[in-house]
């Protein structure tokens, strides 16, 4: 039931300062998530801001300057999207949830998978969902031509083709060098990425220490199996950047065992720090790699023929020789400065256009004004959201503050469409404050409480507990828990958690409880690490607003 977003071509006029937001499935360690970083951060460098929405914390693993945005498991990942100019879906399973956003031109930045290179392994239903996809966003780049062909040829779609590129500051001949008791070959992938053809370089690897004293180093995002550890002399779990770089400037050989690639990172950054290269023939690979030239080209799937290939550029230095000066040279044409400047232009000119209404803001009553949103962009991205929905009601959190209890937010009513045909209800996050401030003093339960009368506010919560449901059952157990507390009955509350918690184990609200009634100097840390993953609870009817440890 996607549709395809509709444009106004060449509406907007041109902001001095372009805002651009990658929504992200992932923040784990691999080649692809570490393009989108270097997209963001370069693109700050060149004057645009950046924000990255994610359901996942902050990483750590790379240095992200750009404006970073936790969006709650709760809540669908493009809710968190704020308003900006233009949102670039990284993953085909969030592009409609980008769109019916409304809030900007949505691009998707194609960056290859299975369902590029592995169509044919998958069932008809997840073809024509991933067809539809591909057919409602307005726009589509990749980073490879071999990816292009591939959606042109599969998906029926034209892609612009900006490649990925080299930091140049960290992957150089500069630098300091692995140095090891012996040369060693070095290889990059999870041992989980299949495609990484990880065993078949090990194979070829055993075959080639026969004749060769070398070892085999490997840079792994995730703890390898016992059983493939002891088959490597060392291994570099997820090590900083800096480290990688001095780990392709020491080795005497990168190889990448790649059954598929759109446009493989690695094979240029050992390039450009000056060591030579044996790849597969996966596509990815052949965008910039030539056998015999800037690297030695085996067969996909083949230690043997790997192991040749190793063999022979450990035995001719001339070979070697040519291959990292040609390697170099290779990795030159793939920097950051010049491919980034064609990335934000082509922002830019995407950032022209408008999106196309389906109704009126008059279509709508609306219950709040810009001076009621806690931010004010956020009524902006309201009214663009009312123009393109499908629902009839939509509700926002209101924001409630309670003497000695965190703010609350509870998803309330704030625009319903004139001509409601059949209810359906929408969420936006764009938090308010209160109408009506007094409103929780006409609710059950929050009167009581209000008025420190917490032994009629705990039968009252009790009730409503005992006689729900709902959803709802977890925001009267909250109350029941808070009200416990306020009369001093705090072991009686933590019982009570323990209950909760496992009813509600992904509800970040009892975790902050267990802290409050176990006090700060007695802080549960697996209490703060489960706030810190799920943030708030807005799959509730109420929750604790911005929860934190």
Request: contains cysteine; aromatic residues 10%; proline residues 5%.
């Amino acid at each position: 039931m996607a549709e395809k977003q509709l444009l106004n071509i060449g509406r907007r006029k041109r902001k001095d300062q372009l805002h651009i937001v990658y929504a992200m499935t992932h923040v784990g360690i691999c080649g692809g998530v570490k393009v989108i970083f270097e997209h963001a951060n370069k693109l700050q460098e060149a004057g645009a801001k950046v924000t990255l929405v994610s359901h996942y914390q902050k990483p750590s693993w790379f240095p992200i300057e750009a404006e970073y945005i936790q969006v709650p498991f709760d809540l669908d990942l493009a809710k968190g999207i704020p308003d900006c100019d233009v949102v670039v879906a990284t993953y085909w399973d969030h592009i409609q949830a980008c769109i019916e956003t409304g809030i900007a031109p949505v691009v998707y930045f194609e960056q290859g998978d299975f369902h590029l290179f592995d169509y044919d392994s998958m069932n008809l239903t997840l073809k024509n969902f991933i067809q539809k996809q591909y057919e409602i966003p307005p726009f589509v780049f990749t980073v490879s031509h071999q990816a292009a062909g591939l959606i042109t040829k599969i998906y029926g779609r034209e892609a612009q083709v900006f490649p990925n590129a080299v930091d140049e500051s960290v992957f150089c001949v500069n630098g300091d060098k692995e140095l090891g008791e012996r040369p060693y070959l070095l290889m990059v992938g999870g041992e989980s990425a299949a495609f990484k053809g990880i065993p078949d370089i090990i194979d070829a690897y055993e075959k080639v220490k026969e004749d060769f004293e070398i070892d085999l180093y490997w840079i792994t995002p995730e703890e390898p199996s016992e059983k493939l550890r002891s088959r490597v002399t060392r291994v570099f779990v997820n090590p900083r950047q800096q480290k990688i770089g001095s780990l392709y400037r020491g080795a005497a050989l990168y190889i990448c065992g790649s059954t598929y690639e759109n446009f493989p990172l690695p094979p240029l950054e050992a390039m450009s720090c000056g060591c030579p290269v044996v790849t597969t023939n996966n596509t990815g690979s052949l965008e910039y790699a030539v056998h015999g030239q800037n690297a030695l080209i085996c067969n996909m799937k083949d230690s043997v023929d790997m192991a040749e290939k190793i063999k022979e550029v450990l035995s001719d230095a001339a070979l070697k020789e040519s291959l990292i000066t040609n390697g170099m040279a290779t990795a030159n044409q793939y920097k950051w400065n010049n491919i980034i400047q064609n990335i934000l232009e082509y922002y830019k000119n995407i950032a022209g256009h408008g999106v196309l209404p389906d109704c009126t803001l008059d279509d709508w009553a609306i219950a709040i004004e810009e001076k009621d949103c806690l931010y004010k962009e956020d009524y902006i991205k309201l009214k663009k959201m009312l123009l393109v929905t499908n629902a009839d009601i939509v509700k926002a959190p209101v924001i409630y503050s309670i003497e000695k209890v965190p703010q609350i937010a509870r998803w309330e009513v704030v625009a319903i469409r004139k001509n409601c045909d059949e209810g359906i209800v929408e969420e936006c996050y764009c938090p308010v404050w209160p109408l009506k401030k007094l409103h929780l003093y006409d609710l059950k339960g929050y009167q009581s409480f209000l008025k420190k009368q917490y032994d009629k506010a705990l039968e009252e919560f009790t009730q409503l507990y005992n006689g729900d449901s709902s959803n709802d059952k977890a925001v009267w157990a909250k109350w029941i828990v808070l009200t416990l507390i306020r009369l001093q009955r705090k072991q009686e509350a933590k019982r009570m958690l323990k209950q909760y918690i496992k009813e509600h184990p992904h509800n970040a609200d009892f975790y902050k409880l267990s802290i409050l009634a176990g006090g700060k100097e007695q802080q549960d840390p697996f209490s703060v690490e489960a706030i810190k993953l799920l943030g708030e609870a807005t799959g509730s009817a109420e929750f604790f607003y911005k929860v934190e440890p």
